[in-house]
């Protein structure tokens, strides 16, 4: 009895095994996996951008911003040597690009290329928590997610420039991820927008969904930081929120077909540099529309799942649209799309969505198109190269449509429900008019 008894006490006094996992906390059969197939991805990846000859121009624009910041030269006269490019960004963003003068070219290359994957494994886990992926298999989704998703065209030419376009979607996501009761959220959809504008839209996203508190911090988190830009660097503050910011010619031509926003599509589609009033009615009536949908998602969480996360994705998909250059990399926002599909895919019409999202981002086939250039692409060329739009519009169709749907389902349901109550109380003798209980002999003692 006594050993029996020790035994049982050792039994219990053993931790158990959690759901999916054993306790010691050593990686499972699927981490392992996942860290196989993404190690194999990853190399491959490394091997065609060397083959490819990845230029990181972008990070060289970077690094010669910094340089003018440190050097007190005029930052937007400055042009990049051999690529006659401009500084495009706020001089708050200029300002966090001066530690890139700390290293040689080669050298930032190779942490700036790090710091890129550190950025998307950030991104993917984000992606993932905005999508409620479930804990227990999140490390090997997040694992496997950031092996494969340097594929994706957006993320691919990310890397391939030296973009910062996974600190901006990390940013954002860090902010959406956060409870709604959090004093400093908000705070990375201002910094977002302090270093590229567009995520501003975010800050009018949580205004009009009701996180009034939130708004107001990333648009105080903003403002403070172009203050600190105006205050160390006056001249160039002026120039940039007067003057530079308005001229759309310096971010680069807009019939590009880089350039996939709505209005690079138009202008591809009418064989014209610019769009005139048909692009400014078409990117109106698209911005309208995305807006919408993205607000009355955000409102929806009592009849849609993850109805907050579908917001934040349709308005992300807005600001690339309505923008007037939303080059390639900028949709890297087709990570936490992703993450959104493939939690949901149980249906067909699901799974087809989810692998025309997937063609579409891995498919680089804008880069085919034999006028790169934009102007005289042949009709049949148009959709290839302007692949990004379409599927933006078609994301926050599905999701408007969605919505409308489940919202009359919710109403025809109340509306059953009322009606299963009223005939309840139409067949209770107890509510029936002119009825008095005290009176019913049923209920009446007799003497």
């Not at 298999?137 to 994706?152: H, Q, Y």
């Not at 009418?270 to 698209?286: E, K, M, Y």
């Not at 087809?352 to 060329?381: C, E, N, Q």
């Amino acid at each position: 009895m006594r050993e029996f008894g020790l035994k049982r006490w050792t039994r219990q006094a053993e931790p158990e095994e959690p759901e999916g996992g054993p306790a010691t906390g050593r990686p499972n059969s699927w981490t392992i996996a996942a860290a196989c197939a993404a190690a194999v991805s990853l190399t491959a990846f490394v091997l065609v951008r060397h083959l490819h000859g990845a230029t990181m121009v972008d990070m060289l624009v970077y690094r010669a911003e910094g340089q003018a910041v440190v050097n007190g030269q005029d930052l937007y006269a400055m042009r990049l040597p051999g690529w006659d490019l401009p500084a495009t960004y706020p001089p708050f963003a200029a300002m966090l690009f001066v530690p890139s003068t700390w290293f040689d070219v080669s050298t930032l290359r190779v942490l700036v290329m790090l710091l890129n994957y550190a950025l998307l494994a950030g991104a993917v886990h984000l992606s993932l928590r905005l999508a409620g992926w479930p804990e227990r298999t999140r490390p090997a989704a997040v694992i496997l997610a950031t092996g494969l998703g340097v594929w994706l065209e957006p993320v691919f030419t990310t890397f391939q420039y030296g973009q910062v376009n996974l600190g901006i979607l990390c940013l954002v996501l860090w902010d959406l991820t956060r409870p709604d009761r959090s004093r400093f959220k908000g705070v990375g959809i201002g910094l977002a927008t302090a270093i590229k504008i567009t995520p501003g839209l975010f800050a009018v996203y949580l205004l009009l969904t009701g996180r009034v508190r939130a708004g107001l911090v990333s648009i105080a988190t903003f403002l403070g930081a172009g203050l600190i830009g105006w205050l160390a660097l006056p001249d160039a503050s002026y120039g940039f929120w007067s003057t530079y910011l308005w001229d759309p010619s310096r971010v680069g031509v807009t019939v590009l077909v880089d350039n996939q926003s709505l209005r690079g599509a138009v202008c591809r589609l009418l064989d014209v540099n610019d769009p005139g009033l048909v692009g400014l009615i078409a990117s109106a009536l698209v911005g309208a529309l995305g807006l919408g949908v993205a607000v009355l998602a955000g409102r929806s969480a009592r009849v849609l799942r993850r109805a907050d996360a579908w917001g934040a994705v349709c308005a992300a998909f807005t600001a690339l649209l309505v923008s007037p250059i939303s080059w390639t990399h900028h949709w890297v926002w087709c990570v936490p799309l992703i993450a959104l599909l493939v939690v949901e895919a149980r249906t067909r019409a699901r799974q087809a969505l989810l692998a025309v999202t997937l063609v579409v981002f891995l498919s680089h086939v804008m880069w085919t198109v034999p006028h790169r250039w934009g102007r005289g692409v042949a009709w049949y060329w148009q959709l290839p190269g302007s692949i990004y739009p379409p599927l933006g519009i078609a994301v926050l169709a599905v999701v408007g449509l969605r919505l409308y749907r489940a919202r009359r389902q919710a109403v025809d349901a109340s509306a059953g429900a009322w009606a299963l109550l009223a005939t309840k109380l139409d067949h209770d003798p107890g509510h029936e008019p002119g009825h008095d209980p005290d009176r019913d002999p049923a209920l009446t003692n007799r003497t």
